[in-house]
Nanobody, 125 residues
Framework: QVQLVESGGGLVQAGGSLRLSCAAS????????MGWFRQAPGKKREFVGS????????SYTDSVKGRFTISRDNAKNTVSLQMNSLKAEDTAVYYC??????????????????WGQGTQVTVSS
């Protein structure tokens, strides 16, 4: 069992930056791939990016490539999402999630067994 708690959301102007964090408790955090997803109002939850259990590989959806960066610190049981050059269309509730799958790097919601409660990110234009 893994419990996940996101933090760092808020209101930011377009072009600005935010850093989201996800703190994990429970066993064997370093055994899980970690992902970030988001859900905008009236839309389905979508994949943002993910990182392998050891941080050796990352994957991002096309719309955030070059702007968002995922990192993790297995010693602190945390995963972060650095978001730069934010756009109004990045407004959403952001969720972190944990997956036992590792190869290929998981991108589907069904690959993730544990989810946080989400944190709101609002980008004003």
């Amino acid at each position: 069992q893994v419990q996940l708690v996101e933090s760092g959301g808020g209101l930011v102007q377009a072009g600005g930056s935010l850093r989201l964090s996800c703190a994990a408790s429970g066993r064997s955090f370093s055994a899980y791939a970690m992902g970030w997803f988001r859900q905008a109002p009236g839309k389905k939850r979508e994949f943002v990016g993910s990182i392998t259990y050891n941080g050796g590989s990352t994957s991002y959806t096309d719309s955030v490539k070059g702007r968002f960066t995922i990192s993790r610190d297995n010693a602190k049981n945390t995963v972060s999402l650095q978001m730069n050059s934010l756009k109004a269309e990045d407004t959403a509730v952001y969720y972190c999630a944990a997956s036992r799958y590792s190869n290929p790097i998981p991108k589907l919601q069904g690959d993730y067994a544990y989810w946080g409660q989400g944190t709101q990110v609002t980008v004003s234009s």
